[in-house]
């Protein structure tokens, strides 16, 4: 969509019916600020026109490419990242500064009542106070001057530059950025990847299915749908890597059988309402990313080839920045977030690298004997540490949070019930400075030290070089949970008042020694693998390791489709290029329709229904969630009927509705015997969940998958409709290795693959500016949607934009 037509839909959006009104009535003066060509909003939502900007560190040149990615370049390495700082604040200032009034727990103040509950959580949760004690850690370090130039770069822009949109609507300015909040950045991704309530979802699911069946029956029908590990799975670190083991030293006899069986002994979660409270504020458990890296002896250039596509929240602006940067000692291209200096994937004049989310369990959850004030720790008595918080409202009453803190970290409390949480996060972390290394390594020996700085949040590191080396490395912290000097598995709710599951060396809101971590010589790595690749599945064997990592990895279907294409591949004799990673990292063959299908139209065609042309549709499809497919469209709605006709009863009695539901890659795998089935058996429960579908199918206003799946499901921010992309068909389920959930919605946020001898390809689901007015606001939605990549230049692009100078202040 063109400017002019962007306008037009804009003031339309902004006059007619609609949500815009709330915030229209909300504003002062809304007619003088939303004049055409002349009112605030209008100059708020202008592209940069600025072609001049003073700086206390030298001289810096801005040029923007086609696509609207800065390159910016500069002699000096501060003045380099205060003009990072300046453009991103110029595209994304509006993002950047959302996102760190939600997890300080300020939203409230700018759009009213209905951030509350989220604003009492994130102080409950006291994100800011790790975020302030990582900013001091850095003190010290070469990264400290970068995100220092950085932030008086975002200040810079935010005194010259015209505000964008969402500040207008919402009626208010920013505040000064900080070094704090660009740890607080840190703080949002690793909590996005790593903090989970699912341990409490998980045990009050045991708890209430033993409270409403038998002991037999609550036992049988829980190992069926939360199994220890999934059937199937296939490992990022395979026999062919001689990977050898992982281990700490100690033994694991203990540990192995507490973490696969069940005892009466475990602690008892929080009531319900406690859970679900803290349930509104999980990221979305289908966060995943993929990965691979083929070593030079297996590609056609004789180089290695990296890929990477990290599968986390779609929204509009897109959740990453896409930049060049070329300083005195260092270039490096690809993207950070916004509010954050480094490049976080991507490539230099050495190497390339990206991550996935490694599913490393680095949060555990403690109950206490309490009284409100004090609790017991031990044989003592302790008090927890409190603060009374005022949360200001707009528009309404100031609320207060009490905010509580014990020996293990936070204490969140809803409806007289609490829980203490302990989470690797809320210490001092070194990633920003790991990322700066990366960005600056010249090998695989700076790569594989950076990565030892990368303590949070764990993450399945892949790096390969122009030397042809290649590595995986998992990165972080692992916690050792020890009761009374044994190792025990983080699976469970623990009783913090007698000392379970404690971390030695662990100093929430503090600086921690490794002493109660697994060591870094002991986290999973592989140097120079001829190919690897990673999806969130589990990273190595149990037997490989001597300490717990992990309850629960992702589905394994995209880790095992990755890899069965990369082994036919290799065992062909085929080279391996880039034309053909294209064709695997766009393959949309969803595993649950691999295993399910075909029973299913044995079971609609062996029954006496008809189900009109639905089971011929499906007998001949080849399980592609393709936008254009019907037999896709088909599938999906099967898929969550299925779910709904085995699950749903057994739920309803222990008083669960499906946010509980166990994974999917649980509910396909559930043997053809399964007691989920009693005694209508498979076939009968497929059958009633087809014979809903027909009916689905007949009320729905779609003929293919592509009329549902679509990247319409993606929102602005502000969830004001008009500010959303436009709509295309997109391919692709949460269970394919093309990823896209339209739900929550997820997916491919950043798209690349980098031929170290060769191309470098990349995407944005959206584009580069977060100004709705900018012909860059969404010029790659189509591209993504189709497949497609761009071709990246490793060379500085343009003519300069912005020139900055040097001032002496």
């Known amino acids: 969509m063109d400017r002019e037509l962007r306008r037009r839909a804009f003031f339309g959006a902004l006059i007619g019916a609609g949500t815009s009104g709330a915030y229209l009535s909300a504003l002062n003066d809304p007619l003088e600020q939303f004049s055409p060509l002349s009112g605030s909003v209008w100059d708020s939502a202008t592209p940069n026109t600025t072609d001049s900007v003073d700086s206390p560190y030298g001289s810096a040149t801005v040029r923007y490419d086609e696509y609207a990615v800065p390159h910016v370049s500069a002699d000096d390495e501060q003045a380099l990242y205060f003009a990072v700082g300046y453009t991103q604040a110029s595209d994304r200032l509006f993002q950047m500064d959302l996102q760190r009034r939600l997890f300080r727990g300020t939203l409230s103040a700018v759009v009213g009542s209905g951030a509350i509950e989220s604003d009492r959580f994130h102080r409950k949760m006291a994100f800011v106070d790790a975020a302030k004690v ?121 540990l192995q059988s507490q973490t696969t069986t069940t005892t009466n002994e475990r602690t008892a979660p929080p009531e319900k309402s406690l859970v679900d409270w803290v349930s509104n504020f999980d990221p979305p458990q289908g966060f995943g990313s993929n990965s691979w890296v083929v070593g030079p002896e297996h590609t056609e250039s004789g180089a290695p080839i990296l890929a990477n596509d990290p599968h986390l929240g779609l929204q509009a602006p897109p959740t990453w920045y896409e930049m060049h940067i070329d300083g005195p000692d260092h270039r490096a291209r690809g993207v950070s977030f916004p509010g954050t200096p480094v490049v976080v994937i991507g490539e230099n004049d050495h190497g390339a690298w990206g991550f996935t989310n490694a599913n490393s369990d680095v949060i555990d959850f403690y109950r206490y004997d309490h009284d409100g004030e004090t609790y017991q720790y031990g044989d003592e008595r302790r008090e927890f540490e409190i603060e009374v918080q005022v949360i200001e409202v707009d528009g309404g009453p100031d609320e207060k949070v009490t905010v509580r803190k014990s020996v293990h970290g936070p204490v969140i409390e809803e409806a007289e019930q609490e829980v203490g949480i302990a989470w690797t996060g809320h210490t001092a972390t070194e990633t920003m400075l790991s990322l700066y290394e990366l960005s600056h390594s010249t090998g695989l020996t700076d790569a594989q030290e950076a990565a030892k700085r990368f303590d949070c949040p764990t993450q399945n590191l892949v790096y390969a070089d122009q030397d042809g080396n290649t590595l995986y490395y998992m990165t972080g912290r692992i916690p050792l949970r020890r009761t009374d000097g044994t190792q025990v598995p983080g699976n469970r709710v623990f009783d913090g008042s007698a000392k379970e599951g404690e971390w030695d060396g662990f100093e929430p809101f503090g600086e921690s020694s490794w002493d109660g971590f697994v060591p870094l010589s002991a986290n999973p790595q592989v140097v120079n693998p001829e190919y690897i690749a990673t999806a969130n599945q589990q990273i190595i064997p149990d037997e490989n390791l001597d300490y717990y990592l992990s309850a629960g990895y992702t589905s394994p279907y995209r880790g095992r489709r990755i890899y069965d294409q990369l082994d036919q591949r290799i065992a062909s004799g085929a080279a391996i290029d880039l034309d053909y990673l294209r064709d695997v990292g766009r393959d949309t063959v969803d595993g649950r329709a691999v295993g399910l299908v075909d029973p299913l139209v044995d079971a609609a065609r062996n029954g006496d229904e008809n189900f009109g042309d639905v089971v011929d549709t499906l007998a001949e499809w080849d399980y592609r969630m393709d936008a254009d497919s019907r037999g896709a469209l088909i599938f999906d709605q099967w898929w969550e009927n299925y779910r709904d006709a085995l699950l749903e009863e057994s739920f309803k009695q222990a008083d669960l509705d499906d946010d509980y539901y166990p994974s999917d890659g649980a509910i396909e795998q559930l043997s053809p ?60 389920s949460g269970q394919t290795v093309w990823n896209f959930d339209r739900d929550s919605p997820h997916g491919g946020s950043w798209e690349m693959q980098a031929d170290l001898d060769g191309e470098l390809l990349g995407l944005l689901p959206g584009g580069n500016s977060g100004r709705y007015f900018s012909d860059h606001y969404d010029d790659q939605i189509a591209q993504w949607a189709n497949g497609e990549y761009r071709t990246l230049s490793r060379e500085l692009e343009g003519d300069v934009d912005i020139e900055f100078k040097q001032v002496d202040e």
């Open 134 to 254: 990582t900013a001091e850690q850095i003190e010290g370090t070469p990264v400290a001057s970068v995100v220092d130039a950085y932030t008086e770069g975002v200040n810079k822009a935010m005194e010259q530059e015209t505000y964008p949109i969402g500040f207008q609507l919402l009626g208010y300015e920013p505040d000064e950025w900080t070094r704090t909040d660009t740890a607080l950045i840190e703080k949002i991704i690793a909590w996005n990847l790593t903090g989970t309530f699912e341990t409490l979802r998980t045990e009050l699911v045991r708890d209430r299915f033993e409270d409403t069946f038998s002991p037999e029956r609550a036992q049988e029908l829980l190992s069926d749908v939360f199994p220890y590990r999934l059937e199937q799975d296939t490992p990022i670190i395979r026999d062919h890597h001689d990977a050898g083991t992982f281990r700490v030293g100690e033994d694991n006899e203990t």
């Open 673 to 732: 015997d399964s007691s989920w089935f009693g005694s209508r058996g498979r076939a009968s429960v497929m059958r009633e969940a087809l014979r809903q579908t027909v009916d689905d199918l007949e009320e729905l206003n779609a003929e293919i998958y592509g009329d549902l799946n679509n990247t319409g499901n993606i929102s602005h921010l502000t969830e004001l409709e008009f500010l959303d992309y436009p709509s295309h068909p997109r391919g692709g």
